[in-house]
């Protein structure tokens, strides 16, 4: 069965300590505790889709490492078709390196590995996995190129094409913003991509809106337990978060565009997908680590 989701984007190994703060430059800190897991913003979105109902595909590269081979095994266990995932000789695998505070904050530092040698050419490769799809996600940790290629093409296609822009440093180039048709940042990337800051849901309005402007289809921006708010060109409406007691946030986004998206292939309306998004990544937060945080269909109350 040819799977309704297309993630094309990054796997990592997650390398985690928690530590009570967040070390300032130059110090060194004693932590708490320190944990591998597997993670990376592409294959946890497709983990997210696959446990919450959708059937996904994955394009992506790991390394000729054994984190490679556990990235894979992870992604294949919960039933993502892993045929596109492809292994780059004599490079590692994607890393992250992740601290975790006690007020479940987080700071993340990546090695692309074979995730930065993911090219337009490698995505171009499964245009079977593009063509049968009905929504396909991209993030910002694989090559630039290759997402503006992915994005144009799924655009081509007629799909529904979502743009996680994780991590973001600055504005998206002006031509991607027409191929999107759901444009996914937190409050710190939607401030990076509009250059309006963004603290509360009227500021978020205004980001939103001037991401409209700039040609995206509709802008969710997630604000944690402040919620998310859907901008339109309709208008705006605001989504509260379910209230929860946060152990770890990192992957909650994964989760929130996972849920969204199988949301979507299960066939909720809009509101609807996002709403469950947003609790299966409430669950998430209260849990440790990316893929192992990520819920089962099961587990969330109807
Ligand atoms: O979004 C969370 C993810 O960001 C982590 O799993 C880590 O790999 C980084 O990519």
């Keep these: 069965m040819s799977a309704k989701v297309v993630v094309v984007g990054s796997l990592n190994m997650d390398l985690v300590a928690r530590a009570q703060r967040l070390p300032r430059a130059g110090e060194t800190l004693p932590g708490d505790s320190f944990f591998t897991v597997p993670g990376g913003k592409g294959a946890n979105q497709a983990v997210a889709v696959a446990r919450l109902g959708g059937s996904v595909a994955m394009i992506g590269n790991v390394g000729d490492d054994a984190y490679g081979q556990q990235l894979r095994q992870a992604l294949h266990v919960e039933g993502v078709d892993c045929g596109a995932i492809e292994t780059c000789p004599g490079v590692s695998s994607g890393v992250a390196l992740i601290t975790v505070d006690a007020?479940?904050?987080?700071?993340?530092?990546?090695?692309?590995?074979?995730?930065?040698?993911?090219?337009?050419?490698?995505?171009?490769?499964?245009?079977?996995?593009?063509?049968?799809?009905?929504?396909?996600?991209c993030q910002l940790e694989v090559p630039a190129e290759t997402v503006a290629w992915t994005l144009a093409r799924g655009h081509e296609l007629g799909k529904q094409v979502i743009l996680n822009p994780a991590p973001a440093t600055g504005p998206l180039p002006a031509d991607w913003f027409a191929h999107i048709d759901y444009l996914t940042p937190n409050e710190s990337e939607a401030e990076a991509l509009s250059g309006v800051a963004v603290t509360d849901q009227d500021s978020a309005r205004r980001a939103g809106e001037r991401l409209l402007q700039l040609g995206a289809g509709k802008v969710i921006i997630t604000l944690g337990a402040q919620g998310a708010l859907l901008v339109t060109a309709q208008g705006h409406r605001h989504f509260p978060a379910p209230v929860v007691q946060p152990l770890d946030t990192t992957a909650a986004g994964d989760t929130f565009i996972g849920g969204f998206a199988a949301g979507l292939v299960r066939g909720l309306e809009e509101g609807e997908a996002i709403a469950f998004g947003q609790r299966a990544a409430a669950l998430s937060v209260t849990r440790a680590g990316a893929q192992p945080s990520i819920p089962y269909l099961a587990e969330l109350a109807p």
């Design 103 to 137: 007020s479940s904050q987080n700071c993340i530092v990546i090695i692309a590995g074979g995730n930065g040698l993911l090219t337009p050419q490698s995505v171009q490769r499964f245009d079977a996995l593009l063509q049968a799809a009905e929504i396909i996600i």
